[in-house]
């Protein structure tokens, strides 16, 4: 397969070993260009045209890839059982490489995510893996009765079912990004009277990150994407659609109903000024803070530091600012010395320094995915 992805990167892994696709393989059930080229790839080998149906590529450009797939492995211990005991094919299931998704509609358990023999994560693809058994000890990973049962109303029963209902193979359709903007746009009209503020208290989203949806200047994270679905009681499909909502009456009650969000939250604002005042006139600040954690500790929004205090919030965010960028030379310092004698050891063992073994020697400190941390990796092996 490797010729024919005409990859260079991948070429240089069969050549000189090591896990480095391995490590980055989630994408391949994603909706990123490494899932269309195996799709090419894949269907111009078997001559099967389906293939699409296995990936997130039909919501390609409705779903930010940020956070969308797990980087490691997760499976339903009994789903695996029950096909192993009815001697059908083994495999692993999409919804289970979906971040958002962790518990098992049909057998009502939570996803595992470590061998229980080894306790190991496991990466999507492995070299020595096989569906249904640990990539490192080998041992099959199905077992059955073992699990708490989740109750059947929990939120994440319902969000995965309607991510199931996403994936059923619909013609292979592709949605457009701009599908979102306008189905927002519909509901909106038709349930809020085109209040968007009133929208956002309803699906529990910020009102700025809302009005950048509804406007199409960006796209909801598929957990989000879901939860508006899951408020409006229908499926992700109809949405895209603009089915119109049934059960008008109970959204209307909700709205209509006086929430938390209504009534203003008073500060004390003599001590607000006084904490912040304090932390800026330090002599030496020995673990800089940044304004968000500042907020927290004080118990209000960091918005609220900045519209009523604009002053004291520069100086925290230069101060934490400061910070970061010493932190970040120091490390820069340290990789130089620590990479050389992570490689030399493995060089004086006749160990090749592969980008695996040197981040192992490294206590996983330094990513060698990281630009610098490559280009020194590379300027020293």
């Known amino acids: 397969m ?24 989630n994408g391949i059930n994603g909706i990123g260009t490494l899932a269309t080229d195996f799709i090419e790839v894949i269907s111009s080998l078997t001559t ?34 029950v096909a192993l005991d009815n001697e059908e094919p083994i495999y692993e299931q999409l919804v289970w490489t979906l971040k958002i998704v962790s518990i098992c509609t049909i057998h009502r358990i939570k996803l595992s995510t470590h061998c229980p023999y080894c306790s190991k994560k496991m990466s999507v693809l492995s070299r020595n893996g096989k569906p249904g058994s640990c990539s490192t000890c080998e041992r099959w990973l199905g077992e059955k009765g073992w699990t708490p049962r989740i109750d059947d109303n929990s939120e994440d029963i319902k969000k995965t ?9 619909n013609s292979n359709t592709m949605y457009r990004r701009e599908q979102i903007s306008e189905s927002l746009k519909f509901y909106v009209e038709q349930l809020f009277g085109g209040n968007i503020k009133k ?20 796209i909801p ?11 409006l009681d229908i ?7 603009k089915v119109p909502v049934l059960e008008l009456n109970n959204i209307l009650d909700a709205v209509s109903s006086p929430t938390k969000t209504d009534v203003r939250q008073k500060y004390d604002h003599v001590y607000i000024k006084s904490y912040i005042n304090k ?28 519209i009523k205090y604009p002053t004291e919030s520069k100086k925290i965010v230069d101060i934490y600012a400061k910070y970061l960028k010493r932190e970040k030379t120091k490390r820069e310092e340290n990789v130089d010395i620590e990479m050389k004698v992570a490689i030399e ?37």
């Open 279 to 306: 932390y800026i006139q330090q002599e030496s600040i020995t673990s800089p803070k940044s304004l968000r954690s500042i907020a927290t500790s004080i118990g209000c929004d960091r918005r609220l530091l900045y």
């Open 221 to 231: 994270p598929l957990n989000s994407l879901v939860s508006i679905c899951l408020r």
């Open 161 to 169: 079912i309607l991510i199931l209902q996403m994936m059923i193979p």
């Open 199 to 218: 929208a956002a208290e309803y699906f529990k989203v910020a009102n700025a990150t809302f009005r950048d949806w509804y406007k199409g200047r960006t």
């Open 235 to 241: 499926s992700v499909v109809n949405f895209f659609n």
């Open 48 to 81: 099967r045209n389906y293939l699409q149906g296995m990936t997130m590529i039909s919501w390609s450009h409705v779903l930010p890839s940020r956070g969308l797939m797990r980087t490691e492995k997760a499976w339903c211990p009994e789903c695996l059982q």
């Open 345 to 381: 050891k493995l060089v004086n063992s006749d160990t090749y320094p592969s980008r695996r073994k040197v981040e192992t020697l490294l206590g996983g400190r330094y990513l060698i995915r990281e630009r610098k941390v490559a280009l020194k990796w590379k300027s020293i092996k």
């Open 2 to 25: 490797t010729p024919l992805l005409d990859k260079k990167y991948l070429l240089n892994i069969s050549k000189k070993g090591g896990n480095g696709f391995y490590d980055s393989s």
